[in-house]
Structures are given as structure tokens and as C-alpha cells.
């Protein structure tokens, strides 16, 4: 069985800011850190720092260079991640003094993903095989189509919510990993409990795990309902933060491990992250969320 991640890879030009910037207002910022981000290649780094051999198929630019050293400095397998014209992704995220953020995309290579870029990736993949996905590159849907057919079990974390997920079939998808806005522009539903309901009765197959952020995490597949909450960490950067919880819970999900036991270990892994600056390079070892004690909430 292998793990493809075909996902997104980005430039994260961190901005330090005393509040987010509103309409109109020009502001100084106190500092600017340059980071390797980007949904996809922070699952894929949280995926293989957790011990899971994962291949990430995607497009970087003529500047992806520093993307495919970190990958294998990694050990992320980068056969299926082209380098084409023009610039990678990048975002510009303000990050305030209480550790939260706004992130500004520009998907440039991102989303130079082609049909036939798409069937040349997905045909070295099939039964059984995990195909993860975000939604930071183009073809989402012809990409869920196709490993579907070819029977791939798909994990969907259908982060940052646009239009483009409405042509998604959902129906496909084996599990999502979804924050509260996200299960509600699927199941109409605000109230976390309800949103579980919504989706158990739209997708009986599929296992849902809801994050609710300082609230920890709701896990619900068929009747089988599992809570987590938060550890507690002084927190420097939320970003890849629950990018490191989706490649922690895949970890755990292949390697077997009893759900409770599972969140448990994905939520410290986040937790880890955040009190790190970056996104990619913040996420922890699995030596690393074994040796560090902290207090669960
Ligand atoms: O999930 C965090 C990521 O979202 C950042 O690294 C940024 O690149 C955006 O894609």
C-alpha cells in the first residue's frame, strides 16, 4: 500500500504584526521570516517525519529548487513534482502577537496541475493506495474522479474552502479532516454536533474528524464517536498545525493505532508545531512527540 499526497507548495512569507491589517490602513510590520509551506508539503513533511514513506506529486516553479532539497532532506519522494515555468506558490500571512494569523494565497505553479499531468501520476497508483488531497491546486475534482476509479481510498482535507469543492463528489471521499467552517459549507450545519450528524448521514462510509480548535477535536465514524482536547504549549505560530495532525492521523491510521491513543498523539504533535515558528520545518519527529511531556487540557 502507498501514500500519494498530491498537493500544494508554497513560499510562506511570514509578516510579524500587531493586529491584522484592515481596509485602507497602512501598517508597519516588526519583522519577516521566509518559510517552506504550503497545505500539501507540510501533510507530506508531517506524514514522513511520523514514519510513513509518502510520494508528493505537484508543481513548483523555477524558484522550487529549496522545495525538492527539503523534501528529500526529508525524506518525502519527489518523483512526481515538476518543475515548470513561472513562480511556485507563496502566501503572505500577518502573524500577530497572540500567535494568530491571516494567510494571503497565490498559487502560481499550484495550479499548473494538467489532466495529463494527473493521469501519468495516478497511473503508478491503485487499490488500496492513499491519495491525500487539499484544496490548494487545480483539477480537484478530475483528480478525486480518477484515483476513485482507480480505487484509491481518498483523505480530504478541503482546506481553504472555495467553489471549487462544490464540483468535488464527496460521496468519494473515505475521510475528511475538517475545521468547523469547513463541515458546515458541507453539511449546512453549525453546531459541531450536528455537523457530524449531517455528514454521517450524507457520507455512512466515511470517517469525520472535526477540529474545533481550542476545543480540541471530535472524531465520529458510523456510531463510533471519539474527543479530544488541546495540550497546552506557549504558542508562536499556529500555521501547519493542523497540517501536522492530518499527517499524524494518517500515520496512525495505517499503522493501526486505536483512535483515542490516535488523536491523543496527533493533537500533541500540533501542539509541538505551534510552539515553533514556521510551518514545515515546525512539525515534530515522532521521537519528538514521544519524548516531549506536556499537560493535556
Ligand atoms: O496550512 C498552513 C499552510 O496554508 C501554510 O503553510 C500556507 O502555505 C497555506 O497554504
Do not use: W
Not at 34 to 58: D, E, R, Y
Not at 78 to 95: A, D, P
Not at 111 to 124: G, H, Q, S, Y
Amino acid at each position: 500500500m502507498k501514500v500519494l499526497n498530491f498537493g500544494s507548495l508554497n513560499y510562506d512569507y511570514v509578516y510579524k504584526v500587531d493586529h491584522m491589517i484592515l481596509a485602507g490602513e497602512t501598517m508597519d510590520s516588526y519583522g519577516l521570516e521566509t518559510h517552506f509551506g504550503g497545505k500539501g508539503l507540510n501533510q507530506s513533511i508531517a506524514l514522513a517525519k511520523a514514519g510513513v514513506p509518502v510520494q508528493h506529486a505537484g508543481m513548483v516553479g523555477e524558484d522550487g529548487q529549496g522545495f525538492l532539497d527539503l523534501c528529500k532532506r526529508n525524506g518525502v519522494d519527489t518523483e512526481f513534482v515538476r518543475m515548470v515555468s513561472g513562480k511556485s506558490g507563496h502566501t503572505i500571512i500577518q502573524l500577530d502577537k497572540n500567535a494568530q494569523n491571516s494567510i494571503l494565497l497565490y498559487g502560481g505553479s499550484n495550479r499548473a496541475i494538467t489532466k495529463d499531468f494527473v493521469d501519468e501520476v495516478l497511473a503508478n497508483f491503485g487499490k488500496g493506495d492513499i491519495l491525500l488531497l487539499q484544496n490548494e491546486v487545480n483539477l480537484l475534482p478530475y483528480i478525486i474522479d480518477t484515483a476513485y476509479e482507480r480505487g484509491m481510498r481518498i483523505v480530504l482535507n478541503p482546506s481553504p474552502y472555495n467553489e471549487a469543492l462544490d464540483a468535488c463528489d464527496m460521496g468519494k471521499i473515505s475521510v475528511f479532516l475538517v475545521n468547523e467552517i469547513e463541515g458546515a459549507q458541507i453539511s449546512g450545519e453549525n453546531e459541531p454536533e450536528r455537523i457530524l450528524d449531517v455528514m454521517a448521514e450524507k457520507f455512512p462510509e466515511a470517517e469525520v474528524v472535526l477540529t474545533l480548535g481550542g476545543d480540541g477535536v471530535v472524531y465520529r465514524h458510523k456510531e463510533q464517536i471519539c474527543r479530544q482536547g488541546i495540550f497546552t504549549i506557549k504558542a508562536v505560530d499556529t500555521t501547519a498545525a493542523g497540517d501536522t495532525f492530518t499527517g499524524y492521523f494518517i500515520a496512525g491510521m495505517l499503522e493501526g493505532t486505536p483512535i483515542a491513543q490516535r488523536l491523543r498523539r496527533c493533537a500533541k504533535a500540533s501542539a509541538i508545531a505551534v510552539s515553533r515558528m514556521g510551518a514545515a520545518e515546525s512539525i515534530p519527529t515522532a521521537q519528538e512527540v514521544e519524548n516531549t511531556n506536556l499537560e493535556e487540557k
